[in-house]
């Protein structure tokens, strides 16, 4: 079964400053998601990247899924207290069944 | 528009209690995902329901079942609750199967068994 292992697991980043969460995964990806999500809450959909290649922007955020649709990265330009919270990447295996990542917690100090 | 809701928001049970969850999905959407989050095991996906019909089931033990109305509203019921099967439950939507269309989730359910 195709597996999801995001990097880092943790990071703290001062308010401002550029950030990049990376998810890998262990078959290719036909379709690949991120998510947003505060402590006890659900997931607020970010974006969908399907073909290699192709990177999509909302508002400060980036994300990118690489030729060999193996690999994703979620950028973050000038972070803000708003952008705290658990990034998860989740990928399609098979009509609507999605496999996540283990999170990515992010911390932004003032 | 509305998006996903899911009640009751916290719910706490014994061990041998059975619990039923509720969620209303994202007007038009008719394909409705259920999925555990726990610390130890992250987000795993239980099953997927599209035109009453279980499309998609993962690796959880029989106790764990669902069902679909013809509103697309849906419910997913867990028998015989065990410690271990206290967890964030999520609910998603979506306009049909099929993986161009995202997944939108609700607020969650939070079950504690004592």
């Known amino acids: 079964s195709q597996e999801l292992e995001q990097s880092p697991q943790s990071l703290i980043v001062q308010e401002g400053k550029n950030l990049t969460i990376n998810c890998t995964s262990s078959?290719?990806?036909?379709?690949l998601y991120w998510y947003k999500q505060k402590y006890g809450e659900g997931l607020i959909f970010l974006m969908m990247?399907?073909?290699?290649?192709e990177e999509k922007s909302h508002e400060k955020i980036t994300a990118k899924l690489d030729e060999k649709k193996q690999q994703s990265s979620l950028h973050i330009t000038a972070s803000q207290p708003s952008h705290a919270g658990i990034y998860l990447c989740g990928a399609t295996q098979g009509a609507q069944k999605l496999v996540f990542g283990q999170g990515t917690r992010l911390t932004i100090n003032p | 528009k509305a998006g996903v809701t899911q009640t009751p928001r916290y719910l706490i049970k014994t061990r041998g209690q059975q619990v039923t969850l509720s969620c209303s999905p994202i007007s038009g959407h008719r394909s409705v995902s259920w999925y555990q989050q726990t610390p130890g095991q992250g987000l795993q996906f239980l099953f997927e329901?599209?035109?009453?019909?279980?499309?998609n089931k993962g690796n959880f033990p029989g106790r764990f079942s669902g069902r679909q109305f013809s509103n697309s509203r849906s419910e997913m019921n867990v028998s015989t609750l065990e410690l271990g099967d206290s967890a964030l439950y999520l609910c998603?939507?979506?306009?049909?199967?099929?993986?161009?269309?995202?997944?939108?989730f609700g607020d969650g359910t939070r079950l504690s068994i004592l």
């Open positions: 998603a939507s979506s306009l049909g199967p099929g993986s161009s269309q995202p997944q939108h």
């Open positions: 990247l399907q073909k290699g290649g």
């Open positions: 329901y599209f035109s009453e019909t279980q499309r």
């Open positions: 078959k290719t990806l036909y379709g």
